[in-house]
């Protein structure tokens, strides 16, 4: 073990300050916001402002590699994104913490890119896969982490702002001094998201789904904790129970999908998470121990679902196009969860707190009810394959450099005649 960390150590290091930082922003960003009287509605534009400018780095991103190089980015991406961590308390307005917040997205669509781009480099194919669990375990500790750092002070001050900006400026650090050679240039991922959906219905409608509820979570689930009179400390629990019961949940529910059709697992944990939705709008007359409980099983259940739904459309496609799917799942992840926090916000402008998971269990429960129709469209042969859960999980993780491009004529899937996918074998079974 310690001969794979020794040649990451240094990248993985600054990863965990970033996440840290990453996590307590934004969990500190909605908070300080309700606080100001930010509407839901502007709480939900600044969570999608953040998906937006993501979603354009993982397009943009690349050119900036293929320009000035890793290293460059790296530290330019960093700098940028101390600075509007600094910039929020001092510019108290909904519109500029959207342009902020989508600045924000940007950055780290690229500090990713990066980053996973080492990581690669750094490891062989025997190592990769152990690599990326580590950066998984990571990802989701130092996130938690974050999040409970909001308990160190008062959103209302500038201390806690000043947190984010110290630890995303001191990751750039170990890269900018170390010695190890830059990663080789970014290569071109193609975009094409009708052949994704005849490829995988369930998996494409999943992963938009997803970035509905999970992006309405993350940027609106701190406002709704707040607003049931839990503390600040409540508050970092509330998410930090949902982030470590998801990641417990990975686990069980991903061994489970490699034994038996994936689309069960998915809608069983679309029924899971409804019930759990349903426990959080009921909570009022239940009192905190409920909600930080069904926080839990909600988190347990949804926050699979996203690699569950890459791991199914992974079923469908050569290893080969590993790198093209996830990059094309998650940019409809992406644009889910641009528009999830903004719908949901009207939803808790009608409904009160309750709205947001009001919200999520109507998408949950409609991706139910979408897989269960696929499974009567198509049956799965007995012996069909499965990619290995644990190899979808890396690829769910990661952040693909994209380039939009048409459909190609002749693929699988174009035109009207063709066939959906998920109405033939695998394509790997049939090579």
Not at 150 to 156: C, I, K, Q, S
Not at 286 to 291: D, E, M, V
Not at 342 to 357: D, K, Q, T
Request: glycine share 10%; aromatic share 8%; with cysteine.
């Amino acid at each position: 073990m310690t001969s794979v960390i020794a040649p990451i150590a240094t990248l993985l290091l600054s990863t965990a300050l970033l996440l840290m930082g990453n996590g307590l922003q934004g969990v500190l960003l909605p908070v300080r916001g309700g606080l100001e009287n930010f509407t839901s509605l502007d709480l939900g534009i600044l969570g999608g402002s953040y998906f937006l400018g993501f979603a354009v780095g993982c397009v943009k991103g690349p050119q900036l590699v293929r320009r000035v190089g890793h290293i460059r980015v790296f530290t330019a991406m960093v700098a940028i994104v101390s600075a509007t961590a600094l910039a929020h308390p001092l510019l108290l307005s909904p519109a500029v913490w959207w342009a902020l917040r989508a600045v924000t997205g940007f950055c780290f669509a690229a500090i990713y890119m990066v980053i996973e781009s080492w990581l690669n480099e750094r490891s062989t194919v025997e190592t990769r896969g152990t690599v990326f669990s580590i950066y998984t375990i990571i990802n989701l500790t130092v996130i938690t982490v974050g999040q409970m750092m909001l308990a160190l002070g008062t959103p209302v001050d500038l201390k806690l702002f000043s947190i984010v900006s110290i630890l995303v400026s001191v990751a750039a650090v170990p890269v900018a001094l170390s010695r190890a050679a830059a990663p080789a240039p970014i290569q071109r991922v193609r975009i094409r998201p009708l052949r994704m959906y005849r490829i995988s219905p369930v998996g494409f409608v999943g992963c938009l789904t997803v970035g509905f509820v999970n992006g309405a979570f993350w940027s609106l689930g701190p406002v709704f904790a707040q607003k049931y009179g839990t503390s600040i400390t409540g508050v970092a629990l509330f998410m930090s129970l949902t982030v470590m019961l998801g990641a417990v949940g990975q686990w069980p529910l991903g061994r489970a999908s490699d034994s038996i059709d994936r689309r069960k697992v998915i809608v069983g944990a679309c029924i899971g998470g409804v019930l759990a939705a349903l426990g959080l709008i009921i909570v009022e007359d239940l009192g905190l121990p409920a909600i930080f409980a069904s926080a839990a099983i909600y988190g347990f259940f949804v926050l699979p679902l996203y690699a569950l739904s890459v791991a199914h459309t992974n079923d469908f496609v050569q290893p080969e196009d590993y790198v093209e799917t996830s990059s094309t799942l998650l940019l409809l992840y992406a644009a889910g969860a641009i528009v999830g926090p903004v719908a949901a916000s009207a939803a808790m402008a009608y409904m009160g707190a309750p709205g947001l998971f009001a919200f999520n269990a109507v998408c949950l429960a409609a991706l139910a009810v979408f897989a269960v129709w696929r499974m009567a469209r198509r049956h799965p042969s007995p012996g069909e394959p499965h990619t290995d859960f644990a190899d979808s999980i890396r690829f769910a993780q990661t952040v693909g450099p994209v380039e939009l491009l048409a459909e190609e004529s002749g693929t699988a899937g174009d035109g009207d005649a063709a066939p959906e996918q998920d109405d033939l074998p695998p394509i790997n079974a049939e090579r």
